[in-house]
């Protein structure tokens, strides 16, 4: 699972204000990975946010942004190259080496592949590299707008049409794009490598992933892509680069997953300085988020206090009702527990028992509906709830609080 995309923002390489989404797990994150998108594109190009969801649910956090002048990002797009697009990379891995750390993976797709490999030489901490349909020459982006060069160069400046929109590319581009020996770069790289590219792609020809994969060094892969297109616009092709990415991937984490803190007594809650409530949480080896929802005023990016505190009720209570069905070796199917928290009035809570009894005002009411797969006897099922609520955590919520957990046995949802 992964949780809602978290918004961020940081210095590009020439001061302007880049934007950009952190998509995280919703566990424990195994690593980060950073995404450089397609030239002109942005961070919101299906095949981003496709690539990135299908990572954080494996356990990947990714943040992907826009370049400097494209999507959401502030700045001029004419006054960029692709050298301006490496810094803009490095100023990212700079971000998350400050608020979380520092990407182990970087993933490029188009040009956006051909600068991931430039950056990842200038990151010590990133240790595998992935590029998807990328040119095995900056150059190659000139066939982009190949009918406008002599413009370019006679006035050094021309309006060009890309993808259905209008941007100024100037002589600075042509120059900067020259100057770049891409081949030297990833034979000097030391790190993983593997392209993925469609051998019908008509944007960047599958010749460029021959050039890139024999100039790289072992360890190397090559994934074709079979029938996709250039930007992965079905669902089905971006999905599978991220199922490829993370299989891949995981060899070069094991090194995180290993070197992970060891596990710590209790709980330690700790503001991330990400929105007006972002907390995360370690307990344990693991690792969450805590956070109120937009309503609230925060990011969703994780549960709130009293969804960690619903969770606990409706795990214990799972727990509670396995462990009592294998002490009586009861055949009991799939158990599933929904729980819903509200405060309200105890003198209009009927079924409250007790806590309504001994309370005046609001108290806290739990409702909890547990459902069980197949056949449950009629005469078990009081027994059942009885189990039920003897699991600690209900038995800490009433003792220690003014609160009222209702439990109710319901059929399990059709899926």
């Not at 990151?123 to 000139?142: F, K, Q």
């Not at 009885?386 to 220690?400: D, F, G, M, Q, S």
């Given at each position: 699972?992964?949780?809602?995309?978290?918004?961020?923002?940081?210095?590009?390489?020439?001061?302007?204000?880049?934007?950009?989404?952190?998509?995280?797990?919703?566990?424990?994150?195994?690593?980060?990975?950073?995404?450089?998108?397609?030239?002109?594109?942005?961070?919101?190009?299906?095949?981003?946010?496709?690539?990135?969801?299908?990572?954080?649910?494996?356990?990947?956090?990714?943040?992907?942004?826009?370049?400097?002048?494209?999507?959401?990002?502030?700045?001029?797009?004419?006054?960029?190259?692709?050298?301006?697009?490496?810094?803009?990379?490095?100023?990212?891995?700079?971000?998350?080496?400050?608020?979380?750390?520092?990407?182990?993976?970087?993933?490029?797709?188009?040009?956006?592949?051909?600068?991931?490999?430039?950056?990842?030489?200038?990151?010590?901490?990133?240790?595998?590299?992935?590029?998807?349909?990328?040119?095995?020459?900056?150059?190659?982006?000139?066939?982009?707008?190949?009918?406008?060069?002599?413009?370019?160069?006679?006035?050094?400046?021309?309006?060009?049409?890309?993808?259905?929109?209008?941007?100024?590319?100037?002589?600075?581009?042509?120059?900067?794009?020259?100057?770049?020996?891409?081949?030297?770069?990833?034979?000097?790289?030391?790190?993983?490598?593997?392209?993925m590219h469609s051998p019908v792609d008509e944007i960047v020809s599958i010749d460029n992933a021959m050039r890139i994969y024999k100039a790289a060094k072992h360890p190397k892969s090559f994934v074709s892509l079979d029938d996709a297109d250039h930007l992965l616009t079905r669902p089905a092709d971006s999905a599978y680069v991220a199922d490829v990415i993370a299989a891949w991937a995981s060899r070069y984490v094991e090194a995180a997953d290993a070197e992970a803190d060891e596990p710590i007594k209790g709980a330690i809650v700790a503001e991330t300085g990400e929105g007006k409530f972002q907390n995360v949480a370690r307990v344990g080896r693991h690792r969450l988020f805590a956070d109120e929802p937009v309503s609230a005023g925060g990011l969703d990016s994780g549960p709130s206090p009293y969804g960690f505190l619903s969770v606990a009720l409706a795990a214990c209570t799972s727990m509670t009702l396995r462990m009592y069905a294998d002490f009586k070796r009861l055949p009991l199917g799939r158990i599933t527990v929904e729980v819903e928290h509200g405060k309200v009035h105890a003198e209009h809570c009927e079924d409250c028992g007790e806590a309504a009894a001994k309370a005046s005002g609001k108290i806290d009411r739990f409702e909890r509906r547990i459902s069980i797969a197949g056949e449950v006897p009629?005469?078990?099922?009081?027994?059942?709830?009885?189990?039920?609520?003897?699991?600690?955590?209900?038995?800490?919520?009433?003792?220690?609080?003014?609160?009222?957990?209702?439990?109710?046995?319901?059929?399990?949802?059709?899926?």
């Open positions: 699972m992964s949780s809602a995309p978290q918004r961020v923002d940081f210095r590009g390489s020439h001061g302007a204000r880049l934007a950009g989404r952190l998509d995280l797990p919703a566990g424990r994150v195994r690593a980060y990975a950073l995404f450089a998108h397609c030239f002109t594109c942005s961070k919101d190009v299906l095949a981003a946010r496709r690539i990135a969801l299908e990572l954080a649910r494996r356990g990947i956090a990714v943040l992907r942004f826009d370049f400097t002048g494209l999507g959401s990002s502030d700045g001029e797009f004419s006054s960029t190259d692709f050298s301006s697009n490496v810094g803009d990379l490095l100023a990212a891995v700079d971000y998350m080496r400050s608020r979380f750390e520092a990407p182990r993976i970087l993933i490029g797709h188009s040009l956006g592949g051909a600068a991931a490999l430039v950056a990842a030489g200038k990151v010590p901490e990133v240790a595998a590299v992935a590029t998807i349909g990328a040119p095995a020459d900056a150059l190659h982006v000139i066939e982009n707008f190949r009918a406008y060069i002599d413009t370019i160069e006679e006035k050094g400046e021309a309006e060009v049409e890309l993808g259905g929109r209008r941007f100024t590319i100037r002589r600075e581009l042509l120059d900067d794009l020259a100057g770049h020996d891409l081949d030297a770069r990833i034979a000097d790289l030391g790190k993983a490598v593997m392209v009629a005469e078990l099922k009081d027994k059942l709830v009885e189990i039920a609520n003897k699991c600690p955590v209900h038995r800490t919520l009433e003792h220690i609080t003014e609160s009222a957990v209702v439990t109710r046995i319901v059929e399990p949802r059709e899926d």
